[in-house]
Each structure stands twice: as structure tokens, then as C-alpha cells.
């Protein structure tokens, strides 16, 4: 990243200091303004590097803790398809769950967590929580697409004081910004690839008068890598912000994303090795469709004072029709009836509503420069779900129900939130900040199911915390700091840890959330020529939720779901790239983003075959000793490209650690996978931009993870080798 000031010739340095002097003489009373600094940014190379989020952003402090920013603006990588393992290239630790490479869904963890929808994480687009239901069902169905991404912004897990509920910290996706120079302006991004894949992306742009505007539409087909797994999605999104003053604006937005996505069922470890891409499904269909309004008020209420507020919604469905069974179960014509059996149909209905209000007021108090942020947040969910109904016997999309839901139940969660910190400014390179924050939440569970007596299904959980936490950062010199600092988190429980599977299944009234804490220390910095972040870590995960074999007084056996026991991660983060070559006309880098982690159960006990087994010294399922990505990055004058190498370790995939895969392909090691991935891009002109990648480019047939639950226990495989081809034009 370069910074450069513009001499200005002798002459017109003369005329400022006469101008100056003789307005000094003649006090002139005319109001004056004082404009910030302008730093002027050669923009084609800051782009290539992840770089911290400053201090203090947007009515947040984060000051002392690890947080990144990818600049997706002149990215190679292939952002129509979302390839997890190129877009968070640069980000160490990111675990990216590899199971549907149509681009519909991004599926993320850091730090060892669970990358199932990214819901270990407090997922935002542009300041807007997008979690479908934070104490029901916290995964990210809506997905924007990539294409009209500029930015994303990451907050580790000490972010959980400011955003709260998620051990993972804070992802952001932040729009392209409108084009304040035109009344119109427009650009369509369009692409062809394996598989089918054929992508559209068109939006506009621009300013009236105070009003500017920002909009987009989205359509994207492909076939999939294996068979029947087609996949339809489209996105919309409406921008409109309204500038009432250089000091006060309010935007309104509304977007949406949906997709229908056919499911092509679980593999066994033989069915994979035999034929990754063959299907075991082929009447399995997943469709969400979520829409998000917001409203968002920026008042600069002084030079000192700022007022944030945000009022939104998350309005939708996530609908299922699935044949369900384990890999090793075929869906085949019964002969008893010469048809297909009845498939389940699943519908949750999210009504989800978020308030969110932020204050950040600077002051100096006994000499110290100060910041103080304080916000309060309130939430009102309403999640519908319905599930287990008989559906039909046919092979299309058709949610149609034959017989009532054996599950209709409701989760109604109203919660409130308050949270402070302030950051202290000692001297001219400390930097301190504390805060808390506090919620009281209640979450209330009541319908039917038919497998248990109604007093069973009352069930009331009451949300409350007080979380702490601190940092420091201190400026070593003009680029290098040392940061860190600790934070209490908590993950709620959610409607799955409160609906009993089947009549065997009984919950513990004192179900806890989970509770615990993340801690890092860092070093950071650049030079011209090296930029480098190192981290260490460490995650404690207390109160896990599983699931014990029991006997009741009568000698009955019943499953308990309770807290099992607690978890422990310590870790290494390490980022770091090179300039071999750095100038405006030409950029040649190489970079490593590699995580070691070290993530056990440290206390525990689980069901396993009508007993309880101690599960404290074994590894966490999910989480690989080892993730690493390196790789080159050039630019030459219109040309743009990369080559880069991933690696990810082996990691087990229940807590037992089973090594030796069973018949079903539920259980079992996931083994270690390494994959390549090119991509290199054209600039014609400012209005014409050529790119093509090339993924996966050895042909690596691999799996990242053996869900237990959607889309279906067993393997998942990864796509092998595709290309894609997108040309972006800008009008």
C-alpha cells in the first residue's frame, strides 16, 4: 500500500502563506469549516492485501482486536460461485464447508466452530443482522450475491460484547457504494462455466439531488458436479438513501435471496470412492426464500457525537421435501405399492425483528482522549416450524401434505441487550478499551407433537448474561502494533436443542447456553514490501450441548439432552505476504494464511449405544490440526492473476474420534485434502473486464465433513475441476 502527497510549486505555496497572513491581518469573521484530511491511495495495489479495520468504525470500537477486511473490488477470485477457499484466501483459520458448489450458500467457521449456514458467526450485510432467527434457528439462509459485494469485513470472537450470541465474532458483507458522479449508471457481470453454469447480474446506480440509489438482480442455473443436483437461484436488493444534511441521512433497504436447490442425498465411503458425482437422491429438494427490509439513520449530532440506529427484519421460508435415510438405504419403487414412499416435507417460517441503537461520544476526561460507544438492542422472533409431514410420493417440488405435521410448534424469543465500552488514548501509542454488555432474553416454546403427551411441550427458557471484556493495542511504530485482549461469549440454545427427536427423548429443564470466552494476542504490521498478522488464540467452549442414555425411576431407558460437557482450542494465526514486486505498473506477491489448532474436549460424557462414554482428551469433530492456504498474485498493467495452493488436515467427525468409516457413511475420519485453483483476469478497459478460473485444477476428489444433519448424514462431497468464464462491463 502506497501513500504519496503531491508537491505543489513554490508559487502557489507562496500565495497560501499570503492568503493566510492576510486573512490573520484583517479577522475576517466569516465562518469557517475544517475538512478531514485527504489521504490520497494508489487504490490498484491496496486491493490485494487484507487489512485491519481502524480503531474506531462506524459507531464500533475495535481497537485491540484481531479483525480483516477483504477488498472484493478487483478480486480473480471466483466470487459468482462463492468459492469459500478463494474469497477468505487471505483469512487464516476459516474453515470452509464444501458442499454445494452451485454458489447458493456460504458455509464458514473460525476458530474450530461449526460451519453449518456460518451460524457459529453474527452474519450482517451492511450493518444489518441477516441470521434467520438468533435463538431458534441462527443460520444464514439469505445469501447476497458476491457480485455486488465491494467488501467484507471480519470481527473475531472478542466482536461478541458489540454483536453478542455468537462465539465466532462478526462477518459483514458490505454493497458496492452507489455512483455519485452519474444519474445512472449500470453494470452487468455474466458467466459460463462447467456444469451448466450459466449467471447474470445487473445493476444500477446513482445520485438525484440528495436521494442516491443502488440496485441489483441476480440469476444463476447450473446442473452441479454430481447428478440431479440442479440448482436455481435469484437475488434482488433495493437501495434508497436520502441525504438530509452533510450531518444526517436515513437509507432504506430491502433484499432478498431464493433458490431451489436439488439435493443429490448422502454417499457411503464405498459409493464415493466408486463415483463421487452419482446421486442417492433424486426426489430431495431444499428451498429458502428470505426477504430483509431495513431502515438505517446516520446523525452526526456534533463533531464529537454520533448516533447510529438500524431497524430491520428477516421475513421468510425454508422449505424441504426429502426422502430421508441414511446413504446406504436406496430410494426405490416399493413393490408392495409399485410407487415411491412418502417423502417429509419441512416448512420453517421465520418472522424475525431487530432494533439496534448506537451512541459514540468522544471526550477527554483528566487529560485522556476518550471514546465512549454504548447501544442497546432489542429482538423479537417468531419461528414457525413445522415438520414431519407426510408428503407425496411423486418426484417433482411439491410441498403438499398428505397428513398433519407430527411436529408444529412455535418459538416466540423477545430479548434486550445493552452494551458499553469505552477506549482510552494514553499517550501517543496505547490504546485501552473495556466494556460490558448485558441481555435478558426469554424464549418460549409451545405446540404439538404427536409422539409426546402436551405437558411435555410447554417449555420456557430464560436468556441472561452480563459479559465482559478488554483490550489493548500499542503502536510499536508507525506501521506495527501489538493488540489483544478477552471476551466473554455465549451461543444460546436453539430450537433443535429444545424439540425432542422421537418419544425416547426427554430435554433437561436446566438446559444452559453455552458460555465461555476467546482471548488473542497479536502482531501486525507492514513494510513496503511485507505485510503479516500473527495471533495467538484460545476459545473456551463451556456448557456443550449432547445428548446421555438414562434410566428413569420406573427402569425405563429415555435419551437426555443436557450439557455434556466443555471445550478448549488454543491456536496459531498466521498471515503474511510478500512484494517481491511493487510499483504502479507492475505487483508479483506470494502469501500464506495457515491455522494450527488444538481443539479438545476437556470434560464430558455422551451416549454411545445405550451407554455413556467419557469423551474429555478427544479431539473436537470438525476442526483440522492443520489449515493452509499460499499463493502468487500479480499485476501487470491490465493483466491480473493467481495461483494458490490449500490444504486442509484431517479432522474427525463425531466426538468418539471413529477413524474407521461405518457402513453408512455418518461416522468416520474425513480425510486430508490439498487443492489448487487459478485464475487470471483482463482489463480492457474501464467498461470491460474479462476473468476465467480455473477450479480445483488437479481434479482433487475430496469432502470437507460428515454432516449429522441437513442435507443428510453421510459423505458430501466437493465439486472436482470446473471452469468459469465472466465478463463484467460497466456503463
Known amino acids: 500500500m502506497q501513500l504519496f502527497q503531491p508537491r505543489l510549486p513554490k508559487l502557489i505555496m507562496i500565495c497560501i502563506s499570503l492568503g493566510s497572513i492576510k486573512e490573520a491581518l484583517t479577522q475576517d469573521t466569516l465562518k469557517t469549516q475544517s475538512l478531514p484530511e485527504l489521504v490520497i491511495r494508489d487504490e490498484r495495489l491496496s486491493t490485494t492485501g487484507v487489512t485491519p479495520l481502524p480503531s474506531l468504525h462506524k459507531g464500533m470500537i475495535f481497537s485491540g482486536r484481531k479483525t480483516e477486511v477483504i477488498n472484493l473490488q478487483m478480486t480473480a477470485a471466483n466470487v459468482v460461485e462463492k468459492v469459500g477457499r478463494q474469497v477468505f484466501a487471505k483469512i487464516p483459520g476459516v474453515f470452509v464447508y464444501d458442499m454445494d458448489g452451485s454458489g447458493n450458500q456460504i458455509n464458514i467457521s473460525m476458530r474450530g466452530l461449526d460451519p453449518h449456514r456460518s451460524w457459529e458467526l453474527n452474519v450482517r450485510q451492511n450493518g444489518i443482522m441477516i441470521n434467520s432467527d438468533i435463538y431458534g434457528y441462527p443460520a444464514s439462509h439469505y445469501n447476497p450475491p458476491l457480485e455486488s459485494i465491494e467488501r467484507i469485513e471480519i470481527v473475531r470472537g472478542l466482536g461478541a460484547l458489540q454483536y453478542g450470541a455468537q462465539f465466532g465474532g462478526m462477518i459483514n458483507y458490505i454493497t458496492r457504494q452507489p455512483d455519485t458522479t452519474r444519474t445512472l449508471s449500470y453494470q452487468t457481470v455474466n458467466a459460463v462455466g462447467s456444469f451448466g453454469l450459466l449467471s447474470t447480474f445487473h445493476s444500477i446506480s446513482g445520485k438525484v439531488g440528495k436521494w442516491t440509489y443502488y440496485a441489483y438482480a441476480q440469476r444463476r442455473r447450473s446442473d452441479g458436479y454430481r447428478q440431479h443436483a440442479a440448482s436455481d437461484a435469484q437475488a434482488q436488493l433495493i437501495s434508497l438513501q436520502y441525504q438530509f444534511s452533510p450531518s444526517l441521512s436515513v437509507k432504506a433497504e430491502w433484499g432478498r435471496s431464493q433458490y431451489l436447490y436439488r439435493i443429490p442425498g448422502p454417499l457411503t465411503d464405498s459409493l464415493f470412492w466408486q463415483n463421487p458425482r452419482q446421486a442417492t437422491r433424486t426426489r430431495n429438494f431444499y428451498e429458502p426464500d428470505i426477504h430483509v427490509p431495513s431502515l438505517t439513520l446516520e446523525w452526526k449530532i456534533n463533531p464529537r457525537t454520533q448516533l447510529h440506529g438500524t431497524a430491520s427484519a428477516v421475513i421468510g421460508a425454508r422449505n424441504s421435501v426429502q426422502f430421508i435415510a441414511f446413504a446406504n438405504i436406496p430410494d426405490r419403487i416399493l413393490p408392495t405399492t409399485l410407487n415411491f414412499a412418502p417423502r417429509q416435507v419441512d416448512i420453517d417460517l421465520f418472522n424475525s425483528y431487530t432494533s439496534e441503537l448506537r451512541l459514540q461520544h468522544q471526550y477527554t476526561a483528566i487529560n485522556i482522549p476518550s471514546v465512549l460507544v454504548a447501544g442497546v438492542r432489542y429482538i423479537n422472533n417468531h419461528l ?15 410441498l403438499t401434505v398428505l397428513q398433519p405435521f407430527r411436529r408444529d410448534v412455535h418459538l416466540k424469543t423477545t430479548n434486550w441487550a445493552f452494551f458499553a465500552e469505552n477506549k482510552w488514548q494514553l499517550g501517543s501509542g496505547l490504546q485501552l478499551a473495556a466494556g460490558i454488555r448485558a441481555e435478558n432474553g426469554i424464549s418460549r416454546m409451545r405446540g404439538k407433537l404427536v409422539y409426546l403427551p402436551d405437558e411435555r411441550i410447554p417449555f420456557d427458557l430464560v436468556h441472561r448474561f452480563v459479559l465482559l471484556g478488554g483490550s489493548v493495542q500499542y503502536q510499536l511504530t508507525t506501521n506495527a502494533q501489538l493488540y489483544g485482549g478477552w471476551a466473554q461469549a455465549y451461543r444460546p440454545v436453539i430450537f433443535a436443542d429444545l424439540v425432542p427427536a422421537n418419544p425416547l427423548e426427554r430435554n ?14 497479536g502482531f501486525r504490521g507492514n513494510t513496503h514490501r511485507l505485510t503479516w498478522d500473527i495471533t495467538l488464540f484460545q476459545l473456551l467452549y463451556r456448557n456443550r450441548i449432547g445428548s446421555l442414555q438414562m434410566t428413569d425411576e420406573k427402569g425405563e431407558n429415555y435419551i437426555w439432552k443436557t450439557n455434556i460437557g466443555d471445550s478448549r482450542n488454543n491456536g496459531l494465526e498466521l498471515y503474511a505476504e510478500y512484494y517481491f514486486v511493487k510499483n504502479p505498473r507492475l505487483m508479483l506477491s506470494a502469501f500464506t494464511a495457515t491455522a494450527f489448532m488444538d481443539a ?21 469433530e470438525g476442526v483440522p490440526a492443520a489449515i493452509s492456504r499460499n499463493g502468487f498474485h500479480f499485476h501487470a498493467g491490465k493483466w491480473h492473476g493467481f495461483l494458490q495452493y490449500s490444504y486442509v488436515d484431517e479432522s474427525y467427525s463425531d466426538p468418539f474420534n471413529t477413524r474407521q468409516p461405518v457402513p453408512t457413511g455418518a461416522a468416520g475420519i474425513v480425510p486430508s485434502y490439498q487443492v489448487w485453483d487459478v485464475g487470471i483476469s483482463y482489463q480492457f478497459s474501464d467498461k470491460l473486464h474479462l476473468r476465467l478460473n480455473i477450479n480445483n485444477l488437479t481434479n482433487e476428489q475430496y469432502f470437507t465433513k460428515r454432516p449429522v444433519i441437513y442435507p443428510g448424514a453421510g459423505v ?9 468464464a465472466t465478463a463484467t462491463l460497466n456503463l
Open 716 to 724: 458430501w462431497n466437493s465439486d472436482g475441476r470446473s471452469w468459469i
Open 384 to 398: 414457525h416450524r413445522r415438520q414431519q409431514g407426510q408428503g407425496t410420493t411423486g418426484s417433482d417440488y411439491d
Open 508 to 521: 433437561d429443564e436446566r438446559l444452559r447456553d453455552s458460555f465461555g470466552h476467546n482471548a488473542e494476542i
Open 600 to 620: 479438545i474436549y476437556t470434560s464430558g460424557k455422551l451416549r454411545r449405544q445405550n451407554q455413556n462414554v467419557e469423551i474429555a482428551g478427544n479431539r473436537l
